[in-house]
């Protein structure tokens, strides 16, 4: 995987092959960010990564400027992976190992962006839980956005607060907000 724009543009990353992870391709990514970018000054926000892995999202966060960004990781390993990626590239990402669940039931801090990238081979409850926990405790700012990736055979668009999903390859990302 590799950084895509920013202070870190062209950075490969290589992720241990032991991971537990499925990282989000980078066109998939640079498509993304296309969108983020045109309604957000990165500079400005507050993100938090969810289901992060390998920090992939993080990163590309960072290294466009935002400050404020929390990755949560149920497994070892990927929380670890962050730890020292971000500390070699002198990036500011908070790590919280943690069931993410469990995380979102507990957590009261307010973001702009919430990403998540669940398992593809969640089931559809599962997936459901993530829009279902952020809009009950408010973990989002008024014109914030929950992001969650997941595989094109899999439909959100019945979900409560779901806005409209891109396709990019296998990958679709849909948008929900207040």
């Known amino acids: 995987m590799r950084i895509i724009s920013g202070l870190y543009k062209g950075r490969r990353i290589t992720a241990p092959k032991k991971l537990p992870v499925r990282p989000t391709t980078d066109m998939a990514k640079e498509a993304l960010f296309n969108i983020i970018n045109n309604q957000y000054y990165f500079d400005d926000i507050s993100v938090l990564d969810l289901f992060s892995g390998t920090g992939n999202i993080s990163y590309e966060f960072a290294s466009r400027g935002t400050e404020h960004i929390t990755a949560v990781d149920e497994n070892y390993g990927c929380i670890k992976f962050i730890n020292e990626t971000a500390d070699a590239f002198d990036m500011d990402i908070s790590t919280i190992k943690s069931d993410v669940f469990k995380f979102l039931e507990k957590s009261k801090q307010k973001h702009s962006i919430i990403f998540a990238d669940p398992p ?59």
């Open 120 to 178: 593809y081979n969640f089931e559809l409850a599962a997936f459901s839980k993530i829009p279902e926990l952020v809009f009950k405790n408010e973990l989002l700012e008024e014109e914030g956005i929950l992001i969650v990736e997941h595989s094109k055979h899999t439909d959100l668009s019945q979900l409560e607060h779901y806005s409209h999903s891109k396709s990019y390859g296998g990958n679709m990302f849909s948008f929900f907000s207040k």
